[in-house]
């Protein structure tokens, strides 16, 4: 009986195990790229859009998603977007803007369940270069 359930174990961290590695993982890279030819700009900004396919609008005029949750812990504030709310056919993105620079990096975001912003914060401060932008 131990025997079986130690192969129940196994194949369950097998399915978990699998499962986690096609997860799509998303990140704004910390620094705008290299071949942008740019001074070091460091992340500013993360947009997250959520529209419906056949939307007429250009990207100025598309309605930013608000965070769904947002706390602070200590020095850094946390901001969450649950990625699944909504039909299963919004087209999901995320907008990966550099400071100044007037370029973005866009990413397809439909494959991920859940985005989370970190930034640290002094005072009533945002810090500037201190956002961390990831997708899972």
Request: positive net charge; charged residues 25%; contains cysteine.
């Amino acid at each position: 009986m131990l025997y079986l359930v130690g192969k129940k174990i196994a194949l369950a961290f097998v399915l978990l195990s699998s499962a986690a590695a096609q997860a799509a993982v998303l990140e704004c890279p910390i620094n705008a790229p290299a071949d942008w030819k740019t001074p070091r700009s460091r992340l500013d900004r993360a947009r997250v859009f959520a529209y419906l396919p056949g939307t007429r609008a250009d990207e100025r005029s598309l309605a930013e998603g608000l965070p769904e949750k947002e706390w602070q812990t200590g020095g850094t504030l946390y901001q969450a977007w649950n990625m699944k709310a909504g039909p299963r056919s919004m087209i999901r993105q995320v907008y990966c803007s550099y400071t100044g620079t007037g370029r973005y990096i866009r990413f397809d975001a439909r494959t991920t369940a859940r985005c989370l912003a970190k930034r640290r914060v002094r005072g009533d401060a945002l810090m500037a270069g201190s956002l961390e932008f990831r997708c899972r």
